[in-house]
């Protein structure tokens, strides 16, 4: 895919929201806003009352928002997630825009948040449209690479068929995977959500907290990566503590 050397990295003024100063303002958000989701209250409702409390911006808001889960959420997640060598030999879906988007960050320098049920989530968003960057081919092969190495026995990628230039990441796909070998199909869907949570006897492979929540089992390959140092030194805030 032509990427006309886009990058996913940080937002200009990331360094100023997240850095050594910032940091512990947000982590502390990310602790009440867990304490009060683990007591019922509502997520919009939480977030201003700790986002005003502690001052934050609105990029550290949606930081906060994405590194806080309940206790119960946390507890479920974590029975539901699969160690890797439980991959070997299973069929396995993936949250196509979810991984990589998350990857692409990873590579190019952006911030990714090491949230409170162990995911690694960016701070990039799709909104309605998808462009490959620099950086994309990469992250294909090394999710593919990984995969692979895990002994999956199928994978089928979804796509948000909404999403602009979901086509052309699904013939990208099919090309990597047919140039190595993998064993993928690609698909573009409406809604990959709903797909994704029904497979049942799949592993999903996504960080999104709806997904995981419904999914019989997952896998949390972008952390597996990043924190495995396969995409170099990432810039990983950690606010899970």
């Not at 990984?146 to 090309?175: F, I, M, Q, Y």
């Not at 047919?178 to 959500?193: R, S």
Request: overall charge negative; some cysteine; hydrophobic content about 45%.
């Amino acid at each position: 895919m032509s990427s006309a050397e886009r990058h996913r990295g940080r937002h200009p003024a990331d360094e100023e929201l997240f850095g050594a100063e910032a940091a512990p303002a947000v982590r502390q958000a990310v602790a009440d806003l867990s304490w009060l989701l683990s007591r019922g209250y509502a997520m919009n409702s939480a977030v201003k009352l700790v986002g005003d409390r502690h001052q934050l911006r609105e990029r550290q808001r949606l930081a906060a928002s994405r590194a806080a889960c309940a206790d119960a959420a946390r507890e479920r997640r974590a029975r539901q997630h699969l160690p890797a060598e439980a991959l070997r030999g299973r069929a396995v879906m993936v949250d196509g825009f979810n991984l990589l988007v998350s990857l692409e960050a990873a590579l190019s320098g952006g911030v990714l948040l090491r949230c409170r049920d162990d995911c690694l989530r960016d701070m990039s968003s799709v909104h309605g449209s998808y462009h490959a960057v620099a950086e994309t081919d990469t992250a294909v092969v090394l999710a593919g690479s990984r995969l692979k190495e895990l002994g999956a026995a199928s994978v089928h990628w979804l796509l948000d068929k909404p999403v602009s230039n979901s086509g052309r990441l699904a013939t990208c796909l099919r090309e990597l995977a047919e140039e190595h070998g993998w064993p993928w199909t690609v698909e573009a869907v409406f809604n990959p959500d709903a797909a994704l949570i029904a497979a049942r006897e799949t592993v999903v492979v996504s960080a999104d907290a709806m997904v995981i929540d419904g999914s019989a089992c997952w896998y949390n390959l972008a952390a597996d990566l990043i924190l495995g140092g396969r995409c170099g030194p990432a810039w990983v805030m950690e606010l899970g503590q």
